[in-house]
T-cell receptor
Framework: AQSVTQPDIHITVSEGASLELRCNYS??????LFWYVQSPGQGLQLLLK????DTLVQGIKGFEAEFKRSQSSFNLRKPSVHWSDAAEYFC????????????WGLGTSLAVNP | DGGITQSPKYLFRKEGQNVTLSCEQN?????MYWYRQDPGQGLRLIYY???????QKGDIAEGYSVSREKKESFPLTVTSAQKNPTAFYLC???????????FGPGTRLTVL
């Protein structure tokens, strides 16, 4: 079955610390992978995406993610977290053949301590 | 500015009433989507449309209806048959040339 797992429901980090949010997927076809961020009461904003090529992708707001096919993972990283990064983060997977629908993780809520 | 608009931001309705949520995009995107978001449950797909005058049920379509008479518009009606309609509703769109979905700001529906 196709699925996306974000193992951490909630993470708290200190401002300035590094961050890694985990995403594991189960998908039969070659995946397209996405990370989105959602501030409270707002819509989702695309942080970054992976379709092919270089497995380390750069996104907005200083985020990056690495696609590891052998581990079926697409973890999101940031070297130094800012208080404004506190939000909900969602990982999603689709593919070119049936990208009308995305499979979504349940999200990771990030809190940032000053 | 190009983007997706959803109105209203907050909506209150009495139980048993139908209510329609608006979603408009001026991005010239072909595909549009409606999601429901509840705490701890992520995003669940209600309906999606790839072209005008065509739409498909998502994972939780029961109690909802949609129409796609214009490329720019994809309204969602929450009917009285939806047992637990109180939720945050998100509309998204996607170009046929790219793979990412773009989201509107959402509508929070509260049924009293």
């Amino acid at each position: 079955a196709q699925s996306v797992t974000q193992p951490d429901i909630h993470i708290t980090v200190s401002e300035g610390a590094s961050l890694e949010l985990r995403c594991n997927y189960s998908y039969g076809a070659t995946p397209y992978l996405f990370w989105y961020v959602q501030s409270p009461g707002q819509g989702l904003q695309l942080l970054l995406k992976y379709f092919s090529g270089d497995t380390l992708v750069q996104g907005i707001k200083g985020f990056e993610a690495e696609f590891k096919r052998s581990q079926s993972s697409f973890n999101l990283r940031k070297p130094s977290v800012h208080w404004s990064d506190a939000a909900e983060y969602f990982c999603a997977v689709g593919n070119a053949g049936n990208n009308r629908k995305l499979i979504w993780g349940l999200g990771t809520s990030l809190a940032v301590n000053p | 500015d190009g983007g997706i608009t959803q109105s209203p931001k907050y909506l209150f309705r009495k139980e048993g009433q139908n209510v329609t949520l608006s979603c408009e995009q001026n991005l010239n995107h072909d595909a549009m989507y409606w999601y429901r978001q509840d705490p701890g449950q992520g995003l669940r797909l209600i309906y999606y449309s790839q072209i005008v005058n065509d739409f498909q049920k998502g994972d939780i379509a029961e109690g909802y209806s949609v129409s796609r008479e214009k490329k720019e518009s994809f309204p969602l009606t929450v009917t009285s048959a939806q047992k637990n309609p109180t939720a945050f509703y998100l509309c998204a769109s996607k170009s046929s040339h790219y793979n990412e979905q773009f989201f509107g700001p959402g509508t929070r529906l509260t049924v009293l």
